[in-house]
C-alpha cells in the first residue's frame, strides 16, 4: 500500500516535470544535432558536385537535312499551302533483283569453321 501513496502523491507530479524538461532538453540538442548534420551533409554534397563539374564538349553544328526549309519564317506557318509528302524522299528502287548481285560472293569464312555447315539432318 506505501507504494502506491508514494506513486500518486506530490512526488509524482514533481518526477513528471522533472521528466518534461528533460525531455524538451533532450529535444533541443537532437534538433541542434540534426541541424549540424544536415549543413555537414549539404556542405559534402556541394563539395562532391563542385569537384565532379565537368567542361562541356564543343558542339559541331550539323547541316539539316535536304527536306528541311532551314530559311522559314514565322510568317509561312500562316500561309494555306499544299504539304509536301517526304516519305517517298531519298528512297531508292530497284527493278530486279539480278541488278543487286550476289554480296556475299566475295565473304570470307572467319573462325573455326571452313567447311560448308548444313542444318538439314540426314536421312
Request: hydrophobic share 30%; net charge negative.
Amino acid at each position: 500500500m506505501g507504494f502506491f501513496r508514494r506513486f500518486f502523491t506530490k512526488q509524482a507530479s514533481n518526477t513528471e516535470s522533472d521528466e518534461d524538461s528533460t525531455e524538451d532538453n533532450m529535444l533541443s540538442k537532437l534538433e541542434e544535432q540534426y541541424q549540424r548534420d544536415v549543413e555537414e551533409d549539404v556542405s559534402a554534397i556541394e563539395s562532391i558536385l563542385e569537384a565532379d563539374e565537368e567542361q562541356l564538349d564543343d558542339l559541331t553544328v550539323l547541316p539539316a537535312p535536304d527536306y528541311d526549309e532551314h530559311d522559314a519564317t514565322i510568317d509561312d506557318v500562316l500561309i494555306d499551302s499544299e504539304m509536301e509528302n517526304y516519305s517517298e524522299k531519298n528512297v531508292v528502287e530497284h527493278s530486279s533483283i539480278e541488278e543487286l548481285g550476289n554480296h556475299l560472293d566475295s565473304a570470307a569464312i572467319i573462325g573455326d569453321v571452313s567447311t560448308e555447315v548444313s542444318f538439314d539432318s540426314p536421312e
